[in-house]
């Protein structure tokens, strides 16, 4: 008798490739799509990537960096802080898109245009934590 094929649980190999979501409009929740008609979407890293656990460490050191030179930090500070973080966090994941524009310009996927763009529209950071679960893993299983 064989044993259960713990390959079948293998989140690594999807959550390196990323997960693509396709991005909804905040009232209507219908697809975004482009002029020309495509879909409007982010391909995100797992939880399981490496991109993940750098951007994760990234994150992290932020926090201490912050909390080092803002002792005396209101609560709203913090709450600020805490936003933009993960807004970076969430940026750090994002590995390609398409059809995504800001201000009429079409945007390379990086992370610096990432944080420009998901910092202006918060309905995105949103959608991506839903989309990928929050990190739950199960979506980032083989299909």
Same mark, same amino acid.
């Given at each position: 008798?064989?044993?259960?094929?713990?390959?079948?649980?293998?989140?690594?190999?999807?959550?390196?490739?990323?997960?693509?979501?396709?991005? =909804?409009?905040?009232?209507?929740?219908? @697809?975004? +799509?482009?002029?020309?008609?495509?879909?409007?979407? =982010?391909?995100?890293?797992? @939880?399981?990537?490496?991109?993940?656990?750098?951007?994760?460490?990234?994150?992290?050191?932020? +926090?201490?960096?912050?909390?080092?030179? %803002?002792?005396?930090?209101?609560?709203?500070?913090?709450?600020?802080?805490?936003?933009? %973080?993960? =807004?970076?966090?969430?940026?750090?994941?994002?590995?390609?898109?398409?059809? =995504?524009?800001?201000?009429?310009?079409?945007?390379?996927?990086? @992370?610096? %245009?990432?944080?420009? +763009?998901?910092?202006?529209? @918060?309905?995105?950071?949103?959608?991506?934590?839903?989309?990928?679960?929050?990190?739950?893993?199960?979506?980032?299983?083989?299909?």
């Amino acid at each position: 008798m064989a044993g259960f094929d713990f390959s079948a649980l293998d989140t690594v190999t999807v959550s390196e490739a990323g997960r693509r979501i396709v991005l =909804v409009h905040t009232a209507t929740k219908e @697809p975004l +799509v482009t002029p020309d008609g495509g879909a409007v979407s =982010v391909t995100v890293a797992g @939880p399981d990537s490496a991109r993940h656990r750098r951007a994760q460490v990234a994150a992290r050191r932020r +926090v201490a960096i912050w909390a080092e030179a %803002n002792k005396s930090a209101t609560p709203d500070d913090i709450a600020e802080f805490d936003h933009q %973080n993960t =807004v970076r966090f969430i940026s750090d994941l994002v590995i390609a898109w398409e059809g =995504v524009a800001f201000k009429g310009v079409e945007l390379d996927a990086t @992370p610096e %245009n990432a944080f420009t +763009v998901i910092s202006a529209v @918060p309905d995105i950071t949103k959608q991506i934590d839903m989309a990928t679960g929050g990190g739950d893993r199960s979506r980032f299983l083989a299909e």
